[in-house]
């Protein structure tokens, strides 16, 4: 019995699987077909039947029948491929030109079709990268452009649609029809242009009316003039500020207002004044909000710099004094705070210009579509600049060198004086600077005086002769460092004298300074130097007994080279 149901209950399950497979099928073709276009009750009844060479099988072929009719003056067939379906029908017929000449009107000034979105095919299919939303996909509703109108931005599209007795067609669809009018009040020819003659509102080149050729030229001058204008006057208004910080911020000002102000004439003078074409919108609207964020960003960087300026200690003198160590540290983290105000500041402003996608979708090279390679190429360019800023950030949150620190680098005695995006500022002791990029500063190891305790112990070295007495220059040089115990020298307990080595020329001595102050370090050690070599020749007039090598001429090697900076 249990063989005879075995059998059955297979066949039984094989054709539950195949009917469940049958049912999944069939509703995936329903929902593809679902999705292939938009039904409507009725196209456009009120407008008569489509003139012939009118094709709206493609949304390549509909945009071209858009056009030709458009340009041709058609505008009553040009209607037809719009969605008139939120019009009632009496009025289709009457409102159909007008609305069809002021899309063309809009087209022809704000937007720079999308040619290549445009596919050839009925179901909008193109091919290309997998990557792209817009192909290898049955598509039924295409956006051209996105234009602001109000507090938001709204879309010029275009629907497959399909009426109860047709087949597919492409149409705009009734939400951009019911928008024309308003984004032609926004963005037509003002009463202006409509008043220029009309051999100036006649095509030029490259897209451009007469008007546009003779105008953008003389706006920009003008804009440039007003730029400069606004530049003098910040500057005069500044110099009447009564307190130094006032003045610094207003100081600050002078570039952002320019280019404010500049920023602002082009952008009025091009959308309210003369409303220019596609083509020059397209180049026009990204600059004037990159100009408008570079105002402001570089607004917020000057003023947070200048205030940052003026409660920060620049005197390096005053930083050095071993009493100031939080002083240093306070002008290291002011440093680091103004290398993230202009980091978050430049993050920000980039991520506005970026989040603003839409004014950039007309431009041939799509910001967007071009940012990875972009991306790369500056990357591979500014590659050492932005390892000497990461190493700038690196150098002011590990303090491994402060603002007023003493350091010997490369075998110079130097200060910190400044510790910049991309190189430390080192003040030589001679009054030079020295300009070290902050990676090779960073990579390279370096003395500093200043940092933990800054006691340090300064070895004088003398050549005594053979026979000196090392007992009564030792008792010399203690009691000096005992007389002259304070901020410059010290403790006597740990100062020493040694014998360190001995050849032919003498005994080499070491007399071991304790300095508790690195500014004065290299000053005492030389002033107690002069005095021991004193003290020596007055020990050899008094007992006779040579105490420095002998004057007699002998072969010596040549002297040894050194750099006229190295001060210690």
């Not at 730029?227 to 100081?251: E, P, Q």
């Not at 993230?340 to 500041?345: E, F, L």
């Not at 010290?490 to 100062?495: M, S």
């Not at 107690?528 to 001429?553: H, K, N």
Request: with cysteine.
């Amino acid at each position: 019995m249990t063989r005879l149901l075995h059998p059955l209950a297979s066949a039984l399950w094989l054709r539950l699987g195949a009917f469940l497979t049958l049912v999944f099928l069939a509703c995936a073709a329903h929902a593809q077909a679902e999705i292939e276009f938009f039904e409507v009750d009725a196209l456009n009844p009120g407008l008569p039947a489509g003139p012939e060479g009118l094709d709206r099988a493609t949304p390549m072929s509909a945009m071209d029948s858009f056009f030709d009719m458009a340009e041709e003056g058609r505008f009553e067939d040009a209607a037809q491929v719009l969605d008139l379906t939120n019009l009632p029908r009496e009025e289709q017929s009457a409102k159909a030109a007008q609305l069809a000449r002021q899309l063309f009107v809009l087209m022809d000034r704000k937007v720079v079709v999308p040619w290549r979105s445009l596919s050839d095919r009925p179901d909008g299919w193109l091919i290309g990268s997998t990557e792209s939303d817009n192909t290898g996909r049955v598509r039924r509703s295409i956006v051209i452009d996105w234009l602001e109108l109000g507090r938001h931005d709204v879309a010029l599209r275009l629907n497959r649609v399909m009426p109860p007795d047709g087949t597919p067609v492409w149409v705009f669809s009734r939400e951009t029809v019911n928008r024309i009018p308003a984004l032609y009040e926004l963005y037509g020819p003002t009463s202006l242009e409509q008043a220029l003659p009309q051999w100036a509102r006649n095509d030029a080149f490259l897209g451009m009316y007469v008007w546009e050729v003779i105008f953008v030229p003389l706006m920009l001058w003008v804009a440039a003039a007003l730029g400069w204008l606004t530049y003098r006057s910040v500057t005069i208004f500044g110099r009447k500020m009564n307190t130094a910080l006032s003045h610094s911020i207003v100081r600050a000002l002078r570039w952002p207002a320019t280019i404010a102000v500049t920023t602002t004439v082009v952008g009025v003078s091009t959308t309210r004044v003369l409303v220019v074409s596609g083509v020059l919108d397209s180049l026009i609207s990204p600059m004037t909000i990159i100009g408008f964020v570079t105002a402001a960003t570089l607004a917020v960087v000057f003023v947070i710099d200048e205030i940052f300026d003026r409660i920060s200690f620049n005197t390096p003198d005053e930083l050095a004094d071993p009493s100031n160590a939080h002083m240093r540290s306070m002008a290291t983290m002011i440093s680091a705070a103004r290398k993230g105000v202009i980091v978050i500041a430049l993050l920000v402003a980039s991520g506005i210009v970026l989040s603003s996608a839409n004014a950039f979708q007309s431009i041939g090279l799509s910001l967007l579509a071009s940012a990875g390679a972009l991306t790369i190429i500056l990357g591979f360019a500014a590659r050492e600049v932005l390892g000497n800023i990461l190493a700038s950030v690196q150098i002011a949150l590990n303090r491994s060198a402060r603002i007023g620190d003493m350091v010997i680098f490369e075998g110079r005695y130097c200060t910190v004086e400044r510790i910049n995006f991309t190189y430390v500022q080192l003040l030589i002791w001679t009054g030079n600077r020295y300009i070290v990029p902050v990676s090779y500063f960073v990579k390279d190891a370096f003395e500093n005086w200043s940092i933990e305790d800054t006691k340090m112990t300064r070895v004088i070295e003398l050549t005594l002769a053979h026979g000196a007495d090392v007992d009564r220059l030792r008792k010399v040089f203690l009691d000096t460092v005992e007389h002259e115990d304070g901020d410059d020298t010290g403790p006597v307990d740990q100062a020493a004298v040694h014998v360190n080595d001995h050849n032919v020329f003498g005994q080499q001595v070491w007399f071991e300074l304790p300095t508790p102050n690195p500014t004065t370090a290299w000053a005492m050690q030389c002033k107690i130097r002069e005095m021991l070599i004193r003290a020596a020749r007055q020990i050899e007039r008094e007992t006779g007994q040579p105490m420095l090598p002998s004057d007699a001429p002998r072969e010596l090697p040549a002297p040894e080279t050194k750099d006229l900076t190295q001060r210690f």
